[in-house]
C-alpha cells in the first residue's frame, strides 16, 4: 500500500497552499464576498497557473490533470478562495461533462476557453419541488421546435448562475408517461447565460460561497447543437461525473476541517486563561485530538476514492462514503474550532465561522447525507432500496 503523494502532487499541494496564504487575503475575500463572492482577479490567476485546465486534456489547451490533482486543488482552495465556487461548476461540472459527452465542436469551442479562464459554467438540476427525488418531480421540459428546442422550466440552487456565460440544464425530453424508467428521456443542454427568457433571482444563503439562485428558463430557444451528449440520455450522462463530485464534495469539506483545526491549534497556543495557554488543558487537547484523527480518517478515505477512480474502478461506495464522512467531520471540527475560539469564535472577524459556514453545504450538497446513508445501505450493506 503506498499512501504517498507523488512529487508533483506534492508541489501542487503545497503551490496551493502558499496561492491561498498570499493572494487570498482577509481582504481579498471580504472585497470578493461584498461583491457577490465574485473575484476576477482570483480567477485569472487561477487560469495563468493552469489550474482551470486540471480536468481538460491538453489536445485542448488544459493541463491533463486527473482527479487526484483536482481533490487536491479543491482541498487546497476551499477555505481560502472565493472562486472555489465557480471553479467546481467550471472545472468539475461544466469542463468535465464536455470533456466526456460533448461533440467534437463543442470541445473545440469550450475546453480552451475554460482552461482560459475565458467562460465560466453552472449546472441546474435541482428544481423548486426537491434535489433528492428529482427525477421524481423534475418540470423543467425541451420540446422540439423545427431543428432546434424549447426551454421551459424552473431551477433552485444553481451556483454561480448570475456570472455563468453558460449553464448546464438537465430537461426532460421525453414525457414521463412515454419512458420505462425515470431517468430516460432527460437531455442536457448547454444554454447561454444571457440568452432571451433566461432570468434569476439571487437567494440569500447562510453559505458564503458564489451566488446560488432560482433560475426560470422562459419559452428559451436553444439551436440544436445546443444539446450536450446524447438525447434522452442526459441523467445517465450526469451519473458519470456523480463520484467525482463526491470525491470533490469530501475534498472541499475535508479542506475546510483542516483549516479550522489548524485555526484551533495555534489559538490554543496563544490563548491564556488561568496563567497557562489553553492548549494545555486536557478538555481542549482532546477536542484537537479527535479533530486531528477523524481528519486523518477523512483524508484517507477521499484520497482511496479519488485513486480508485484515478483508475478507472469502481468507487461508487467509496466515493459516497467519503463525501458524506468527511462533510460530518468538517462540520464538527468546524465546531470544535469555534468552542476553542470561545466567543471570538462566533465573531465575523474570526475565520472558523465562515469555515463552518462553508462546510455546513456539503452535509446537504451535491447529495444530502441521509441520501448517501440509504446508497451506502443498498450498495455497500446489500439492504433492499429504501427510496
Ligand atoms: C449552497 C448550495 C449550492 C447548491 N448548488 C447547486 C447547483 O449549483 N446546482 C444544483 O442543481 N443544485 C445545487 N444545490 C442543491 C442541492 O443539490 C440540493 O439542495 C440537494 O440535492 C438537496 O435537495 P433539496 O434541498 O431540495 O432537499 P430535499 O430533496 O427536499 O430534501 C429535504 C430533506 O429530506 C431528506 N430526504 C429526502 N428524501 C429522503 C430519503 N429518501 N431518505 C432520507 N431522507 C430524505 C433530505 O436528506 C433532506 O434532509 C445547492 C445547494 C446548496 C445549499
Not at 481582504?27 to 470578493?32: K, S, W
Not at 461584498?34 to 473575484?39: D, T, Y
Not at 473545440?108 to 427525488?133: K, Q
Request: proline share 3%; charged share 20%; with cysteine.
Amino acid at each position: 500500500v503506498d499512501f504517498d503523494l507523488t512529487l508533483e502532487q506534492q508541489q501542487l499541494r503545497h503551490a496551493v497552499r502558499e496561492f491561498v496564504r498570499k493572494e487570498c487575503t482577509p481582504e481579498v475575500i471580504r472585497r470578493a464576498m461584498a461583491e457577490g463572492h465574485h473575484s476576477k482577479v482570483l480567477w485569472r490567476r487561477m487560469a495563468e497557473l493552469g489550474w482551470l485546465g486540471v480536468a481538460i486534456d491538453e489536445r485542448y489547451g488544459g493541463s491533463g490533470g486527473d482527479i487526484i490533482d483536482m481533490a487536491l486543488l479543491v482541498e487546497g482552495l476551499a477555505p481560502g478562495d472565493p472562486a472555489v465556487g465557480p471553479f467546481f461548476t467550471t472545472v468539475c461540472f461544466g469542463g468535465k461533462s464536455v470533456g466526456y459527452f460533448g461533440s467534437e465542436a463543442q470541445k473545440e469551442f469550450f475546453l480552451s476557453r475554460i482552461a482560459g479562464g475565458e467562460c465560466v459554467f453552472a449546472l441546474s438540476i435541482t428544481e423548486p419541488g426537491g434535489g433528492t427525488d428529482v427525477l421524481g418531480v423534475m418540470q423543467t421540459r425541451a420540446e422540439r421546435d423545427g431543428d432546434g428546442w424549447v426551454l421551459n422550466g424552473a431551477k433552485m440552487f444553481t451556483s454561480a448562475a448570475q456570472r455563468a456565460d453558460y449553464l448546464v440544464v438537465v430537461a426532460r425530453t421525453t414525457r414521463r408517461d412515454a419512458v420505462k424508467k425515470a431517468a430516460e428521456g432527460i437531455t442536457l443542454f448547454i444554454v447561454p447565460g444571457k440568452a432571451q427568457g433566461v432570468s434569476m433571482r439571487k437567494i440569500d444563503m447562510l453559505v458564503p460561497i458564489e451566488d446560488t439562485n432560482a433560475v426560470f428558463y422562459d419559452q428559451v430557444r436553444l439551436p440544436a447543437d445546443a444539446v450536450l451528449g446524447e438525447e434522452g440520455r442526459g441523467f445517465y450522462h450526469l451519473l458519470a461525473t456523480l463520484n467525482n463530485e463526491r470525491i470533490l464534495g469530501g475534498a472541499a469539506a475535508l479542506g475546510l476541517g483542516t483549516a479550522a483545526y489548524e485555526a484551533a491549534l495555534l489559538y490554543s497556543r496563544q490563548r491564556t486563561a488561568f496563567g497557562k495557554i489553553i492548549g494545555q488543558m486536557q478538555a481542549i487537547q482532546h477536542y484537537l485530538a479527535d479533530m486531528a484523527t477523524e481528519l486523518d480518517a477523512a483524508r484517507l478515505m477521499v484520497y482511496r476514492a479519488a485513486w480508485l477512480q484515478s483508475q478507472g474502478r469502481e468507487c461508487g461506495v467509496e466515493a459516497t462514503m467519503a463525501k458524506m464522512y468527511a462533510a460530518d467531520v468538517a462540520v464538527r471540527a468546524c465546531d470544535r474550532a469555534i468552542q476553542i475560539h470561545g466567543g471570538m469564535g462566533l465573531s465575523n472577524e474570526c475565520e472558523v465561522a465562515r469555515y463552518w459556514r462553508l462546510a455546513r453545504l456539503w452535509q446537504i450538497g451535491p447529495i444530502t447525507n441521509e441520501q448517501c446513508r440509504n446508497i451506502i445501505g443498498q450498495l455497500h450493506c446489500e439492504l433492499p432500496r429504501s427510496y
